[in-house]
């Protein structure tokens, strides 16, 4: 069982990776909003690429459930940052991102510190979480909601990452959940467990406030964020609470690896840029109304995409003979 853990373990890193980049293109292509509206998830939903990046989530979610059947929380939850990697290539090989090089060498120091959490990680079955837990849980789930409410006037990088740390929360409680669920010794204990309840209304909560954390900044600094805050009251509780082992002699080495992915991720938050920011303005400024000497602009002063007026829709390259850029707002 240990083994099929490992296994469950590396494809939800792979699968985490290309979830991140396929619903960040599909969040930047739709309208920002800045209210916490539960409808962003539905338009969202009209984007076949985010379909398929939700898709890959879900089999995330699903291979990291599996793994925390024996895995400690500590390493589940921390490889879950090991996505920002993948994320990172795909981005690099398809879309043409640039990373600056500080940005590349938190990526390396975030598998090294990944690296030491698997040599130290002991597998072990969870304990049951008891009813004093399941109501913290309820309690939890509520102040994030409330926390998103006012996070979602934030602009800008500062929203990204305070959206993408109160998304990593909600998906630390659904963890936290997840861990004794997945013990359920048969379906129909698994299906009226209210633990499975409370991991459905954390992770929707967070897919939300990762969606709306995507559209104000960097990818990267939104699911580094994300990654942050959810990291470290998971293990805290798998430790206290949930039976998370470490091999004996290697607590040093658990420790020494925590602290530095928890370091890296929370580092991408300071260095992540929007990696196609400037790629975009270049493409607004070409666009010049008839008639007028520049760049058609908004209310707010900012030059409108005259190449694509429609945002929620994706241009047509063949027509423009142009690519559609894609846009960190």
Request: charged content about 10%; glycine content about 10%.
């Amino acid at each position: 069982m240990a083994t099929a853990g490992w296994c469950f373990l590396a494809a939800m890193i792979v699968a985490y990776g290309i979830a991140n980049l396929l619903q960040s293109v599909a969040a930047t292509r739709t309208t920002v909003h800045h209210t916490f509206d539960p409808g962003l998830l539905l338009r969202l939903a009209g984007h076949r690429t985010y379909l398929v990046g939700l898709a890959c989530q879900v089999a995330g979610f699903v291979l990291a459930f599996l793994a925390r059947r024996d895995l400690p929380l500590f390493l589940v939850q921390a490889s879950v940052a090991a996505g920002l990697g993948v994320t990172a290539l795909l981005g690099v090989i398809v879309l043409k991102w640039r990373l600056p090089t500080a940005e590349v060498a938190l990526l390396l120091l975030l598998f090294a510190g990944i690296t030491a959490l698997v040599l130290s990680a002991r597998p072990a079955p969870s304990k049951p979480l008891g009813t004093a837990g399941m109501i913290a849980l309820l309690v939890t789930l509520g102040v994030i909601a409330v926390l998103g409410i006012f996070a979602v006037r934030l602009r800008g990088a500062p929203g990204s990452v305070a959206l993408g740390a109160l998304a990593g929360l909600g998906f630390s409680a659904a963890a936290v959940a997840a861990r004794p669920l997945a013990s359920a010794p048969s379906w129909e204990v698994f299906l009226t467990d209210p633990l499975l309840y409370l991991l459905v209304g954390h992770s929707i909560v967070g897919q939300l406030l990762l969606g709306l954390a995507m559209q104000r900044g960097s990818t990267t600094a939104a699911v580094a964020a994300m990654d942050a805050a959810g990291a470290v009251p998971a293990a805290i509780i798998g430790l206290l609470l949930l039976n998370d082992k470490i091999w004996p002699g290697r607590e040093w080495l658990a420790g020494i690896g925590f602290l530095v992915t928890l370091g890296a991720v929370i580092g991408l938050t300071r260095y992540a840029e929007p990696q196609h920011h400037h790629a975009v303005a270049r493409e607004t400024t070409r666009a010049v109304v008839p008639g007028t000497d520049g760049p058609l602009l908004t209310p707010d002063g900012s030059a409108e995409n005259l190449l694509d007026p429609n945002p929620d829709e994706p241009a047509q390259a063949a027509s423009t003979g142009l690519r559609r850029p894609i846009t960190r707002s």
